[in-house]
């Protein structure tokens, strides 16, 4: 299986900041790299798919970057609404996988 | 608009088979292929598997063939069942819907989700 590792495992944040989280791939998944956004009791929720493409609904504060085997998703001026965990995915290899998860915190 | 709602069993006994159901409205069922996630209490995401329209299954490996995932387009209905269940399958079960975008290649990513159903594997 392609282990997605996500870092940090956790952040604090204040509002209004910029946010990065770094998900680096075993091997190469191409573009098949896509990002989920989970608040506590929730379902994950689709912000960007193949490395930079905002999902519909989307705020434009979010976007995606990297190729191969390290990608980065960036939150530029940090709400109170995007305190959650974040996942990484690839869907190169015939098994899924996911993150850890990066959980961004209030400071 | 698309919705998923998953339902099952709240309680499944060690050794014992956990039949989910994955109901989608607002749409067909034969309109897109489908995925199983798993979540445990405090942990991250599992892929189970996914099914594609023809009934073609895909499943991660790390269940050692426990798994079966399948269809039924009359009932608009996705399946998952679990043999031999243990602790370690305690979790939140999500379905969810795989989309696909078309560029030189095709990528596929889970666009919609169900709210999750949990499951707890205990005597």
């Known amino acids: 299986d392609i282990q997605m590792t996500q870092s940090p495992p956790s952040l604090s944040a204040f509002v209004g900041d910029r946010v990065t989280i770094t998900c680096r791939a075993s091997q190469s998944v191409d573009n098949y790299l896509h990002w989920y956004q989970q608040k506590p009791g929730e379902a994950p929720r689709l912000l960007i798919y193949?490395?930079?493409n905002l999902q519909s609904g989307v705020p434009s504060r979010f976007s995606g970057s990297g190729s191969g085997t390290d990608f980065t998703l960036t939150i530029n001026g940090v709400q109170p609404e995007d305190f959650a965990t974040y996942y990484c995915?690839?869907?190169?290899?015939?098994?899924?996988?996911f993150g850890q998860g990066t959980k961004v915190e209030i400071k | 608009q698309m919705q998923l709602e998953e339902s099952g069993p709240g309680l499944v006994k060690p050794s014992g088979t956990l039949a989910l159901t994955c109901t989608i409205s607002g749409g067909s069922i034969s309109s897109a292929y489908w995925s199983w996630v798993r979540q445990p209490a405090g942990g991250g995401l599992e892929w189970i598997g996914r099914?594609?329209?023809?009934?073609?299954?895909n499943y991660n490996p790390s269940l050692n063939g426990r798994a079966a995932i399948s269809l039924d387009p009359s009932r608009n209905q996705l399946s998952l069942t679990l043999y031999d269940v243990s602790a370690a399958d305690t979790a939140v079960y999500y379905c969810?819907?795989?989309?696909?975008?078309?560029?030189?290649?095709?990528?596929?990513?889970?666009?919609?989700w169900g709210r999750g159903t949990r499951v707890s594997v205990s005597s």
């Open positions: 099914v594609y329209t023809a009934g073609t299954t």
């Open positions: 995915q690839q869907s190169y290899s015939s098994t899924w996988t």
């Open positions: 193949v490395i930079s």
């Open positions: 969810a819907r795989d989309s696909e975008v078309k560029t030189s290649m095709t990528y596929w990513y889970l666009d919609l």
